[in-house]
T-cell receptor
Framework: SAVISQKPSRDICQRGTSLTIQCQVDSQVTMMFWYRQQPGQSLTLIATANQGSEATYESGFVIDKFPISRPNLTFSTLTVSNMSPEDSSIYLCSVSRGLGTDTQYFGPGTRLTVL | EDQVTQSPEALRLQEGESSSLNCSYT??????LFWYRQDPGKGPEFLFTLYSAGEEKEKERLKATLTKKESFLHITAPKPEDSATYLCAVHGMNRDDKIIFGKGTRLHILP
């Protein structure tokens, strides 16, 4: 398994502002992912954070809205830009150690409320 | 298109009343099926990975089984602390190589 921490754990933000969420893992991992979980819904993959290159975004998510960094094998950030109330959600970081069918482990999540 | 359907959406049981949660899936070749537990306001906690039909895994009061079309999470003599949302996810041999999550089953165990 992996020990994953996220900062902040929760935040309340004003419309039009941006928030950067940090994800730190206790050991090097190959894959890091960012998910969104809206109230009462399941998890939706936003993007795969690639170390040393641009993130791979899923359909419906764009880099201008959700810029992602991954400077090394243990750390990634997700920024939610120009926020609106529709961005209110739980944002989750997950990691896996290898390619192929490898279990993903999740961080505790960041609960974001946009007013 | 790969799909994952979990049933029931919600389940209320008395403490000690055993039951099963279902995860039906449609994928073009299964690489792995995952079960997670999620408590309110927290990230999913990994429970099991199953790779092939006939495989079973157990952890305390939980046992996961897998067939070619579905997986069951059996809960034996549950306790109130087993109350949570249980998520199923599948990794198929799709071109996108993504893991797809079901919507979960909200389980509530009454003392």
């Amino acid at each position: 398994s992996a020990v994953i921490s996220q900062k902040p754990s929760r935040d309340i933000c004003q419309r039009g502002t941006s928030l950067t969420i940090q994800c730190q893992v206790d050991s090097q991992v190959t894959m890091m992912f960012w998910y969104r979980q809206q109230p009462g819904q399941s998890l939706t993959l936003i993007a795969t954070a690639n170390q040393g290159s641009e993130a791979t975004y899923e359909s419906g998510f764009v880099i201008d809205k959700f810029p992602i960094s991954r400077p090394n094998l243990t750390f990634s950030t997700l920024t939610v830009s120009n926020m609106s109330p529709e961005d209110s959600s739980i944002y989750l970081c997950s990691v896996s150690r290898g390619l192929g069918t490898d279990t993903q482990y999740f961080g505790p999540g960041t609960r974001l409320t946009v007013l | 298109e790969d799909q994952v359907t979990q049933s029931p959406e919600a389940l209320r049981l008395q403490e000690g009343e055993s039951s099963s949660l279902n995860c039906s899936y449609t994928v073009s070749g299964l690489r792995g099926l995952f079960w997670y537990r999620q408590d309110p306001g927290k990230g999913p906690e990994f429970l099991f990975t199953l790779y092939s039909a006939g495989e079973e895994k157990e952890k305390e009061r939980l046992k996961a089984t897998l067939t070619k079309k579905e997986s069951f999470l059996h809960i034996t003599a549950p306790k109130p602390e087993d109350s949570a949302t249980y998520l199923c996810a599948v990794h198929g041999m799709n071109r996108d190589d993504k893991i797809i999550f079901g919507k979960g089953t909200r389980l509530h165990i009454l003392p």
